[in-house]
């Protein structure tokens, strides 16, 4: 009743105004494949005291007793304790759109610190100050490409993210745009042949992910020549942004966005997230999202305002550069505290580290018996083929308290047997090895002769 505050007298008189007999009656226009048809299985009705008992009983059994290699998308890294002393003071907690900027200087200052660390990783010329979360701003990015072409194809690498290509797919399926999706080659990467066959006149962008959804390093100033021979826009989507401190910036694209939570945003269950996009100067106009630019008052003294802000509420809604999401300041704070504090010295440093981790991992687990099946270079999350069956290997590893990876026959059929692991620096050498003890057990097995038989398909 605390947060349904409609008793059942309540409710019988709403169904009363509207005709109806029932709660059921009220939902009859949905088909009924669509409804639910058994309750939900959740326990209660519970008292606020037993809601706080389970929740306390639930959080003793939560992935923090877990080691984590998970990563597609959601990057488990440390977050330096001084984030939340900081975006919980009560001027950026509550803070919502600092339309006035004469009392939303602080605001505006972190969105406009923000702005420039983002360019400055991307190699682009002009950042906005934040989006929704990455797979959004792959999406405004799409809608920016086709404002400025005004073409109506665009080719996406089946490297990108899977969830990111459907929510692209949402938001195209309605406008007569051609989705074309481009298959990756032996490396792991984008087919380039394809891709050259793919693209054409008609083409608004290119879109690839780097590193991809598979981990790999994708070959962007080729894909940059493909797409601009043919007049398309080139689209670097990034999901794993600490890359960018040691991968060389994607500077041949002509956007680059993507998701911006590994910098001090927690994973959280999914979110919140805070997307990022970048462009060159001469695409500003249809930028999506918010600018926020420095300036001097009447005095000379530095200030900040909103300088670009074509959203639907500020102009016509068909005039608006996005209808998603403009800002997502809290988390997009997070990312400036976090980027401020490690430096550019720092961040390289955490880079290499979660590389060395990685290329650890990799040899272990080969040893070990599993196969890298693609060549191409990665960051902190690659490829490994296992010759038992994944989801047993996955739950033997839960079984130890590791949650050894992504099963990647969920998004790619034909890699079934795969797990897209992800080594960050929260994993430490002795869980990896403990990693590599749990595949020995499932790759190789005693055959009757006390002959080591392999598993291999």
Same mark, same amino acid.
């Given at each position: 009743?605390?947060?349904l505050?409609?008793s059942?007298a309540?409710?019988?008189a709403?169904?009363e105004?509207?005709g109806?007999g029932s709660?059921?009656?009220?939902f009859?226009p949905?088909p009924?494949?669509?409804r639910?048809?058994?309750g939900?299985?959740v326990?209660?009705?519970?008292?606020?005291?037993?809601?706080?008992?389970?929740?306390?009983q639930?959080?003793?059994q939560s992935?923090r007793?877990y080691?984590?290699?998970?990563?597609a998308?959601a990057?488990?890294?440390?977050r330096?304790v001084v984030?939340?002393?900081?975006?919980?003071?009560g001027?950026f907690?509550t803070?919502?759109?600092?339309?006035?900027?004469?009392?939303?200087q602080g605001?505006?200052?972190?969105?406009f610190?923000?702005?420039t660390l983002?360019?400055?990783?991307?190699?682009?010329d002009?950042?906005?100050?934040?989006?929704?979360?990455?797979s959004?701003?792959t999406?405004?990015a799409?809608?920016m490409a086709?404002r400025l072409t005004?073409?109506?194809q665009v080719a996406?690498?089946? !490297? /990108?993210h899977?969830?990111?290509?459907q +929510?692209?797919q949402?938001y195209?399926?309605?406008? $007569?745009i051609?989705? %074309?999706?481009?298959?990756?080659?032996?490396t792991?990467?984008?087919?380039l042949?394809a891709?050259?066959? !793919? /693209?054409?006149?008609?083409?608004a962008a +290119?879109?690839v992910?780097?590193?991809n959804f598979? $981990?790999?390093v994708? %070959?962007?100033?080729?894909v940059?020549?493909i797409?601009?021979?043919?007049g398309?826009l080139?689209?670097?989507t /990034?999901?794993?942004?600490?890359?960018?401190?040691?991968v060389?910036p994607?500077s041949?694209a002509?956007?680059v966005?993507?998701?911006?939570q590994?910098f001090?945003v927690p994973?959280a269950f999914g979110g919140p997230?805070?997307g990022?996009l970048?462009?060159?100067?001469?695409f500003?106009?249809?930028?999506?999202?918010r600018?926020?630019?420095?300036?001097t008052?009447?005095e000379?003294?530095?200030?900040?305002?909103?300088t670009l802000?074509?959203?639907?509420?500020?102009?016509?809604r068909e005039?608006?550069t996005?209808?998603?999401?403009?800002?997502?300041?809290?988390m997009?704070?997070?990312a400036t505290i976090?980027?401020?504090?490690l430096?550019?010295?720092?961040?390289r440093?955490?880079a290499?580290?979660?590389?060395?981790?990685?290329r650890?991992?990799?040899?272990?687990l080969t040893?070990?018996?599993?196969?890298?099946?693609?060549s191409?270079p990665y960051?902190?999350?690659?490829?490994?083929q296992?010759?038992?069956?994944a989801?047993?290997?996955?739950?033997?590893l839960?079984?130890?308290?590791?949650?050894g990876?992504?099963?990647?026959g969920?998004?790619?059929?034909e890699?079934?047997s795969h797990?897209l692991?992800c080594?960050t620096?929260?994993?430490?050498?002795a869980?990896?090895?403990r990693?590599a003890?749990?595949y020995q057990?499932?790759?190789?097995?005693?055959?009757?002769?006390?002959?080591?038989?392999?598993?291999?398909?």
């Amino acid at each position: 009743m605390r947060y349904l505050s409609n008793s059942d007298a309540d409710r019988a008189a709403m169904l009363e105004a509207m005709g109806l007999g029932s709660v059921d009656d009220l939902f009859a226009p949905i088909p009924p494949e669509l409804r639910l048809r058994d309750g939900l299985k959740v326990p209660g009705p519970l008292s606020e005291a037993e809601i706080f008992e389970f929740f306390r009983q639930a959080s003793s059994q939560s992935a923090r007793e877990y080691v984590s290699l998970l990563g597609a998308g959601a990057y488990h890294h440390y977050r330096p304790v001084v984030i939340d002393a900081l975006i919980q003071r009560g001027e950026f907690l509550t803070a919502y759109t600092p339309y006035q900027a004469e009392i939303s200087q602080g605001g505006l200052q972190a969105m406009f610190e923000f702005q420039t660390l983002i360019a400055q990783l991307t190699g682009m010329d002009i950042a906005n100050s934040s989006l929704y979360d990455g797979s959004t701003a792959t999406t405004e990015a799409v809608l920016m490409a086709m404002r400025l072409t005004r073409r109506e194809q665009v080719a996406v690498a089946r !490297t /990108v993210h899977p969830e990111y290509r459907q +929510v692209i797919q949402t938001y195209l399926q309605h406008q $007569g745009i051609h989705l %074309r999706e481009v298959p990756y080659d032996g490396t792991g990467q984008v087919d380039l042949q394809a891709l050259d066959d !793919t /693209v054409n006149g008609s083409t608004a962008a +290119v879109v690839v992910q780097s590193p991809n959804f598979l $981990g790999l390093v994708e %070959r962007v100033p080729s894909v940059a020549e493909i797409a601009h021979r043919h007049g398309a826009l080139l689209i670097v989507t /990034v999901a794993e942004p600490l890359s960018l401190a040691l991968v060389k910036p994607p500077s041949d694209a002509d956007i680059v966005c993507g998701e911006a939570q590994s910098f001090g945003v927690p994973v959280a269950f999914g979110g919140p997230y805070v997307g990022f996009l970048a462009t060159r100067e001469q695409f500003v106009r249809q930028m999506p999202g918010r600018l926020v630019g420095q300036t001097t008052d009447t005095e000379g003294r530095r200030g900040f305002v909103l300088t670009l802000a074509t959203r639907e509420q500020h102009i016509r809604r068909e005039k608006a550069t996005s209808n998603i999401c403009t800002s997502q300041t809290l988390m997009a704070l997070n990312a400036t505290i976090y980027l401020c504090l490690l430096g550019k010295k720092g961040l390289r440093m955490l880079a290499e580290h979660n590389l060395a981790k990685a290329r650890y991992a990799a040899a272990q687990l080969t040893a070990a018996g599993g196969a890298l099946p693609f060549s191409a270079p990665y960051f902190n999350e690659f490829v490994v083929q296992v010759p038992a069956e994944a989801e047993e290997l996955l739950a033997a590893l839960r079984e130890e308290k590791i949650l050894g990876g992504l099963e990647l026959g969920r998004f790619y059929p034909e890699l079934r047997s795969h797990l897209l692991v992800c080594v960050t620096e929260m994993v430490s050498r002795a869980s990896l090895d403990r990693m590599a003890s749990v595949y020995q057990r499932h790759c190789t097995r005693e055959s009757p002769a006390g002959n080591v038989v392999s598993l291999s398909r």
